[in-house]
C-alpha cells in the first residue's frame, strides 16, 4: 500500500515523503466508509467502497496533514504502529454512524417479536439476515440518511477527528471503551422506546388471549389471535413508521447524540 501511495502522490500534486502519511489516513478513513451507513452496506461491491475510500482521502489529505505531520522519519515499524492506530480510529468513527442503524435493526426485532412475524427472516442491505420490519426500517433509515446528508456528516467529524484523536496514537482507549458502552445503552434505550406502542400491543394481546383461554379452554385462541396481532401490528405500523423514523433521526442526532464522540 504505502508502494501504492509513493507512486500516486506526484499526479496528485503530493511529495513522495507524504505517502506514509496518506497512508495512515487512509487507514483511518477506510475504517470510517466501510461502516458508514449506505456507504458500507453488504449490497455496495467492495471495490466501489475501496474507491470512496481512496478519493476521500486525496480530497482530505491536504486539509488535515497540517495536524499531524511530525518532523520524524517514518520507518516501517513506526508506520505499522501509526497505520494500525488510525485504523481502530477510523472503525471507532464508523461505529458511531453505524449505531444508528443498530437502532432501527434492534427496534424491527422487537416489533416483528411483538406481531407474530419474528420466524420470517430474509435478505437486507445490512451484513445480514434480519426480518422484515428491521429489513425495511433499516433500508428506509439509511435512504432518509443519505437523503440529509449523513455522508456530509461524516465528512465534517473526520477532520474534525484529527483536533479529538492525536494522529496514530492510542492513548483513549479507556475513553473509547466508556464512549462504546455509554453509547451501546443508548442504543437499546432509543429502540425500545420507538418500538413502545407495539410492545403495549403485545403486551394487550397477550392478556386478551390468555383470559380467552381461561373463559374457553376448549377455543384453539392461538389460531383466531395469531392472525389479528399480526393484522394490529402491520396497521399500527403503517400507521406510525413515518414518526418512528422522525424520531429516530431526530433522537439519533439529537438526545442521544450517537455519532458525536467530542464528548471523549
Known amino acids: 500500500m504505502l508502494e501504492f501511495f509513493t507512486i500516486i502522490a506526484p499526479f496528485v500534486s503530493l511529495a513522495e515523503a507524504d505517502a506514509g502519511y496518506i497512508a495512515a489516513v487512509f487507514a483511518r478513513i477506510s475504517g470510517m466508509v466501510f461502516l458508514l451507513p449506505g456507504i458500507g452496506e453488504q449490497t455496495v461491491s467492495g471495490r466501489v467502497r475501496l474507491a470512496i475510500a481512496l478519493s476521500v482521502t486525496l480530497i482530505a489529505y491536504p486539509i488535515v496533514r497540517e495536524s499531524f505531520i511530525q518532523p520524524v522519519e517514518l520507518t516501517q515499524v513506526i508506520l505499522m504502529q501509526i497505520t494500525i492506530a ?57 435512504t432518509l ?36 458502552a455509554e453509547k451501546g445503552g443508548a442504543v437499546f434505550a432509543l429502540a425500545l422506546s420507538l418500538s413502545a406502542p407495539f410492545v403495549a400491543l403485545g403486551l394487550a394481546y397477550n392478556l386478551i388471549i390468555g383470559a380467552a383461554n381461561r373463559a374457553m379452554p376448549q377455543l384453539m385462541v392461538a389460531f383466531v389471535g395469531a392472525p389479528a396481532i399480526t393484522g394490529a401490528g402491520l396497521i399500527l405500523m403503517a400507521l406510525s413508521v413515518g414518526i418512528i423514523l422522525e424520531t429516530w433521526y431526530a433522537a439519533s442526532h439529537e438526545r442521544f447524540n450517537l455519532f458525536d464522540i467530542t464528548g471523549m
Not at 485504523?87 to 449505531?99: C, D, E, H, N
Not at 435478505?123 to 433509515?141: E, H, M, R, W, Y
Open 145 to 180: 440518511s443519505l437523503a440529509l446528508g449523513i455522508h456530509i456528516e461524516a465528512m465534517k467529524l473526520f477532520i474534525a477527528s484529527y483536533e479529538i484523536f492525536s494522529f496514530g496514537e492510542l492513548t483513549y482507549l479507556k475513553e473509547m471503551a466508556l464512549w462504546v
Open 86 to 142: 488510525e485504523a481502530i480510529t477510523g472503525l471507532v468513527i464508523g461505529l458511531s454512524f453505524r449505531m444508528m442503524v443498530f437502532v432501527l435493526q434492534l427496534a424491527g426485532s422487537i416489533i416483528a417479536q411483538n406481531a407474530s412475524i419474528s420466524q420470517i427472516f430474509g435478505q437486507s442491505v445490512a451484513n445480514d439476515t434480519q426480518t422484515p420490519i428491521s429489513a425495511l426500517f433499516t433500508l428506509a433509515g439509511i
